[in-house]
């Protein structure tokens, strides 16, 4: 069984998602992260086949209790990154619904970012833009994620 | 004839530009065409105009340099007194400052390089204001364009608090594509790479400034494309041909050594006698003979900077100065640029400091005479992670000094081979020059270095240096080790370890380049400044990242190096940092560094210290997975802070100590404050029982006992039978026994009558009820705040002035899309207006309509009490066995209780699902209106914004939802006063996402108030907080609010003072003073209890008389004079203050 582990902090678009993959993917088995954290984590303790990455997330999953942390502009970089230092290469595909991250000192736009993230890793299997209104990013979204079956197949 | 003229230039051939120049530039009809406003005399007198087209570099170059040329007398009458002015500045000479100023404006008229020069010397002799006054003043008159835009930039560069870095950072962000761009870089003292492409650019735009600063600007711009473009022979043959005839005319050290830099023959000048003296005896270690000559040097040679450095390094070397000595001589620039080197030639504690000043006077004088000896003693930081960089840096200010000297061989090494440098400038070799020559020309043999006369320390220095010179870094590193371990004095051990670490560099051994690294920042911060951390750093990631196991990982000095390159080099890059902290745990198995504490003496005890101190911080910590929330976090460093109290020095470091305890007490009060918060939150949901069961208990008595008594008859109808059978037995007769009792339909009514008061009670009462504390525990403000700070945060909605008016402009996204048209703009405001009026009527929708008590009024309240027949049936079962009345009002408030938790249950399961989906909606839909606002590329800023506000706004309405939960039995602590209003400001802090809340607080810490009081004392700081940042006036920036909190004997007093806003309209508000004042704790002013959006102290007065049931009195003010606002309000003490 493919394990997809999903992380996202916006619940809207997370649950979208795991919508998207129960309805095309319904043999996987699907765990959710909502932070930088917990994202990390799942990646370190789940063993996940494969893994969708938001690229901008707070540090902590938000409760009443917590406010989340602080936030982290390239947050889905740094799970790759750290990826890459653990020697854990697990296919990953970020979805983003930003053009533009990081302050007015350290922009980068989303080409740059991809090309940045095709260069350093070689797990990473490309970039989806998000946006809610508009579904073209499920089809495409779909797409990849069955091209990555087949790699693990 | 502009355009004619334009024309002819751009078709004139290179080798007729010269004859054309020097006939145009004397032409009484064309010399003011080509250069229309050489000496201007009013400061909107500069030429706005420049030529149209920019020609090949080489074509601009000769045009440049032959009108230069055509003014070649004018610009050697300048120098000497522009050298003039520039030693009077340097020598704190102000008068002759003056004079000589004075002198350039009557012959030469204004320039940039004028106004600066009257900059400088207004900072140094009248201060800022004056400074400002003048920028002023002068930018009042001049036209728009060049000058105007450089002068800008210029005054920008004087301001007091302007550092280089901050100057740097925001020249970088100008388009890089024009010629302006590297202009500005280059009159503002910076060094920046320029391709002839853009040099020929550069060029053109310095025909409409005025000959003075066409002088200066051209031979920066020369100086840095031959920097630039070493190996560019053509280019060097380009720059040879125009500089000819200006190096044989203009009598500037600059332009020849320029020139001679290209490859020219020249004459350029020699080591002056004196200086040669100065440098040898410093080289062959004779620093007394070095400091009197030094001194007699600078006397003569004021504007030489080589001089003050070898004064200072010769007077340390003999330990002559001490640093205390020099810390008051300042009194000039000169002696503050002394002082400064002599401070970080000893590392000292301040050396990081003074040599950013020294960064900042060579920034700031860069374009005097001495200004690059300054700057080439204190290269950027930037430099150590671009050695390249740096040394074409280096080489261009080398080009600019006002001296030749073999020091500087080594500097104009990329561009003049150091041998022809040293040959031109020495009529025969002195020991210095002979240093340089074997650590800079390489065809001399490095064993010549043996023969030579010099400390042992210094031989072995440049040996390594030559050797490395040479590609030879292998044989460099173990000299350069030995030097570090093995050396006399630790100014030599300090000196080399720059040159290590480097070297250890080179050679990939990062472990080793780490463990030195940390060794001198420890010693001295000011390492971070010097040392190669940011190549050093980047090499570590990335063999980690490669799984080199070059990379150290897991050492504690790669901690520190990484922890001192994020904090004094690149703030915004620590992951190198937290990898570092977590591979260092690792390595040591354990997952937190509190688990450390058993363990600590087997490290090296300073670096524990410096790890425990600066790496186990809140901002690396919250990255280990050890962790996983903020209070965690918190907790952790707590530890930390305890083992270091331990740990450091108490004798020795009291300062440390103190901040430790400092640090721990900030900590301690956050976690209070926080849990008073949290508290808070889980008690909104309350009936004041107390008060009801107060209320209803004789009432309910009368009701309770007759409804006793008529069960009791129709309980005991059999009984009566019998009473009267015995009756009739005893020969009483037939008796007819009527039954005294009602019949069971007023039973029922007076049960139902009974419920109906005590549900009434529970839900409505504005003193005790339900919809009154939901109303100022929740809708008052909360809801409203809650949703709407994390669009606020984002600055999607904007409020209006009132209620029936318009929504206020977007500021912040009319400005940061600046790039809309008109008509998008207007789009985009409309847009933005709509969202804001959207938000507002779905929070109205859920305070008003849904978190309401379900009535006639409020049909989709989804509090719902109605009781009916089958559940007063129910009830009126489970009393039946019930005696006494309070135990029957005690089971009906756990009924309403329990009706509650349902009601609390639909509301959450409302706010996570229907509520979070229509704000949800809300925000696609604006996503959604950008479509038709403007192209998508054009809003991607506010479409992340958008996007960034979404799981804010989820997180914000999950703590709303969070709020509906039944109040726990909090057992409140007592708590200090402080705690009490610091809950109250925090609170209204993270909602008032727009304002910053400047707070101060007088309160004596002894008044300590009782726990239970506290969920209503914060809410009354909450509630006068929020009527501040609702009618200050002051929609963004800061308030300033000022609390005191006193005993006045047996009275607890507050008072909350605040500022209002300069358009706030005073009248009114002290009219709206005078109704609080008027109505406070009327019957009209009770109305208002569950009522939002209207005044907050009906709330106030419902809390302290009914909740905390305490006499007070409350008064509101207006002070017109200092625009301020106050509340006091002075209560009984006695059931509140411990």
Redesign the interface.
Same mark, same amino acid.
């Given at each position: 069984m493919v394990r997809i582990l999903i992380v996202e902090d916006d619940e809207d678009k997370r649950g979208k998602i795991v919508v998207l993959v129960t309805k095309h993917f319904a043999e996987f088995e699907i765990i959710e992260a909502r932070s930088f954290q917990s994202g990390l984590r799942a990646v370190e303790e789940d063993n996940p086949d494969l893994v969708i990455l938001d690229m901008t997330m707070r540090n902590f999953d938000k409760s009443p209790t917590e406010d989340g942390g602080r936030p982290h502009p390239f947050a889905g970089r740094e799970i790759l990154r750290q990826m890459k230092r653990e020697r854990k290469m697990i296919p990953t595909i970020i979805i983003t619904q930003f053009e533009e991250f990081g302050d007015d000192q350290n922009k980068v736009t989303l080409p740059q970012l991809t090309s940045e993230l095709e260069q350093r890793f070689p797990n990473y299997r490309g970039t989806i833009e998000y946006r809610h209104h508009i579904d073209a990013w499920q089809s495409e979204l779909k797409v990849r994620i069955e091209s990555i079956v087949r790699e693990l197949i | 004839m502009f355009s004619g003229i334009d024309d002819y230039r751009e078709n004139l051939d290179l080798r007729a530009i010269a004859t054309s120049v020097a006939t145009l530039a004397t032409h009484p009809a064309y010399k003011s065409v080509i250069w229309p406003s050489p000496f201007p005399r009013d400061w909107d007198a500069f030429s706005e105009r420049g030529f149209r087209a920019y020609l090949a570099f080489e074509n601009e170059l000769e045009w440049a340099s032959h009108a230069l040329l055509a003014q070649a007398d004018m610009i050697n009458a300048f120098l000497p007194l522009k050298a003039q002015f520039d030693t009077a500045i340097l020598t704190g000479d102000f008068p002759a400052a003056k004079t000589v100023l004075d002198a350039i404006e009557e012959r030469f008229g204004l320039s940039v390089w004028l106004a600066e020069a009257r900059l400088s010397y207004l900072q140094m002799t009248a201060g800022f204001k004056a400074q400002r006054e003048f920028t002023r003043q002068i930018t009042a008159k001049m036209k728009p364009g060049l000058v105007r835009f450089i002068f800008a930039w210029i005054a920008f560069k004087y301001e007091e608090n302007t550092s280089y870095a901050q100057l740097i950072?925001m020249i970088a962000r100008l388009d890089k594509d024009y010629g302006v761009y590297y202009l500005l870089r280059l009159c503002m003292g910076d060094f920046t790479l320029l391709s002839a492409e853009k040099a020929g650019q550069t060029l053109s735009h310095t025909d409409t400034l005025p000959v003075i600063d066409r002088y200066i600007a051209f031979m920066k711009i020369v100086q840095a494309v031959q920097t630039s473009n070493i190996g560019d022979a053509v280019l060097h043959a380009s720059i040879r041909h125009s500089l000819l005839p200006l190096a044989n005319r203009i009598n500037d050290i600059k332009v020849k050594r320029s020139f001679f830099a290209s490859g020219g023959s020249i004459n350029i000048e020699p080591l002056r006698p004196s200086f040669r003296l100065c440098l040898d005896a410093y080289t062959r270690g004779d620093y007394p003979v070095a400091q009197a000559l030094c001194l007699q040097e600078i006397d003569t040679f004021p504007a030489s900077i080589g001089p003050i450095d070898l004064l200072q390094r010769s007077r340390n070397a003999i330990g002559g100065l001490l640093l205390d000595e020099a810390a008051d001589d300042s009194s000039s620039l000169k002696q503050e640029i002394g002082h400064c080197l002599n401070e970080t030639i000893q590392f000292g504690a301040k050396a990081a400091e003074k040599r950013q000043r020294l960064q900042k006077i060579g920034v700031v004088y860069a374009n005097s005479e001495w200004s690059a000896g300054v700057q080439l003693l204190v290269p950027p930081e930037a430099d150590l992670g671009n050695p390249l960089l740096g040394r074409l840096r280096a080489c261009y200010l080398a080009l600019q000094s006002n001296d030749d000297h073999p020091l500087l061989a080594g500097k104009l090494a990329p561009l003049i081979p150091a041998d022809r440098y040293l040959n031109a400038i020495s009529l025969e070799d002195s020991t210095t020059t002979q240093l340089m020559r074997i650590a800079f020309a390489s065809t001399y043999p490095v064993d010549n270095i043996e023969s030579l006369q010099i400390p042992v320390s210094r031989r072995a220095r440049y040996k390594a240096i030559a050797l490395i010179e040479r590609g030879a870094n292998a044989e460099a590193l173990p000299i350069l080790r030995s030097i570090y371990e093995g050396a006399a004095t630790s100014l030599d051990r300090l000196e080399s370890g720059p040159l290590l670490v480097a070297s250890l560099l080179r050679d990939n051994n990062l472990g080793t380049a780490a463990d030195v690294a940390a060794s001198l920042l420890l010693t001295s911060p000011y390492f971070a400044s010097i040392l190669p951390l940011s190549q050093l750093v980047s090499a570590i990631v990335v063999a980690?990242?490669n799984?080199d196991e070059n990379g150290a990982r897991g050492n504690l000095s790669v901690a520190i190096v990484a922890d001192m390159y994020a904090r004094y080099i690149a703030p915004?890059q620590e992951?190198a940092r937290s990898?570092a902290y977590k591979d260092f745990l690792r390595a040591n198995r354990v997952r937190l560094p509190s688990e450390l504490a058993p363990r600590l003496a087997d490290f090296p005890r300073e670096e524990i210290i410096y790890f425990l101190r600066y790496v186990c911080v809140p901002?690396v910590m919250?990255?280990s997975?050890a962790l996983?929330?903020?209070?965690a976090?918190e907790d952790e460093r707590v530890a930390v802070l305890l083992m270091l109290t331990e740990l450091a020095p108490h004798e020795h470091d009291r300062d440390t100590q103190l901040a430790f305890l400092e640090e721990l007490r900030e900590i301690r009060t956050r976690q209070v404050v926080r849990d008073t918060n949290?508290r808070l939150?889980q008690s909104k949901i309350f009936v004041n029982v107390d008060g009801i069961k107060k209320r209803v208990d004789a009432s309910i008595k009368d009701n309770w006992d007759r409804y006793r008594l008529i069960s009791f008859q129709n309980d005991e109808s059999d009984l009566i039978a019998e009473v009267r059978k015995i009756l009739e037995k005893n020969g009483r007769g037939k008796i007819i026994a009527l039954p005294l009792s009602m019949p069971e339909t007023e039973r029922g009514k007076l049960f139902q009558q009974m419920v109906a008061e005590i549900r009434d009670l529970f839900v409505d009462s504005k003193e005790f009820g339900l919809d009154a504390n939901l109303s100022a525990n929740i809708r008052h403000g909360y809801v409203l705040r809650e949703i709407r700070s994390p669009l606020l945060m984002q600055n999607l909605i904007t409020n209006r002035p009132d209620l029936d008016k318009p929504y206020e402009e977007n500021k912040f996204w009319a400005s940061r899309l600046s790039n809309l048209t008109p008509i998008e703009q207007d789009r985009l405001q409309k847009a933005l207006a709509a969202f804001s009026a959207e938000v507002d009527r779905k929070i109205d929708h859920l305070n008003g309509k849904v978190l309401r008590v379900n009535s006639v009024a409020a049909p989709e309240g989804m509090f719902q009490y109605s009781v009916n027949a089958p559940q007063l049936s129910f009830i009126q079962q489970r009393c039946e066995p019930l005696d006494k009345h309070e135990d029957f009002i005690q089971l009906l408030i756990e009924h309403f209780w329990a009706v509650t938790d349902y009601n609390l249950e639909r509301v959450r399961k409302y706010l996570v699902e229907t509520a979070l989906q229509d704000f949800?909606d809300a925000?696609?839909a604006l996503?959604?209106n950008l479509d038709d606002v403007a192209s998508?590329?054009k809003v +991607?800023?506010l @479409?992340?914004a958008i +996007?960034?506000s @979404?799981?804010e706004l989820?997180?914000a309405i999950?703590?709303v939802?969070?709020w509906f939960t039944l109040s726990k039995e909090v057992d409140f602590p007592d708590y200090s006063a402080e705690t009490g209003y610091q809950a109250g400001i925090e609170t209204i802090k993270s909602y008032a996402a727009n304002v910053s809340i400047s707070s101060k607080l007088d309160c004596d810490e002894s008044i300590v108030l009782r726990g239970r009081t506290l969920p209503f004392i914060g809410r009354i700081f909450f509630i006068i907080l929020d009527n501040i940042v609702e009618h200050s006036g002051i929609a963004s920036g800061k308030i300033g609010v000022r609390c005191s909190i006193r005993l006045d004997g047996e009275f607890l007093v507050f008072k909350i003072v605040s500022d209002l806003d300069a358009k706030v309209d005073l009248a009114n508000v002290r009219r709206r003073a005078n109704d609080v004042n008027a109505q406070y704790g009327t019957e009209k002013a009770t109305q208002f209890i569950s009522v939002e959006r209207r005044s907050g102290y009906p709330k106030i007065w419902k809390i302290l008389t009914h909740d905390l049931q305490v006499e007070h009195v409350l008064e509101v003010a207006v002070d017109d004079k200092a625009r301020e606002f106050s509340v006091e309000i002075k209560m009984a003490g006695a059931k509140i203050v411990l």
């Open positions: - | 950072r980690q990242e799984g915004d992951t990898d901002e919250d990255q997975l996983p929330s903020t209070i976090v949290k939150e949800s925000l696609d996503d959604k998508s590329i +991607t800023n @479409r992340s +996007t960034l @979404r799981p989820q997180a999950g703590r939802a969070s």
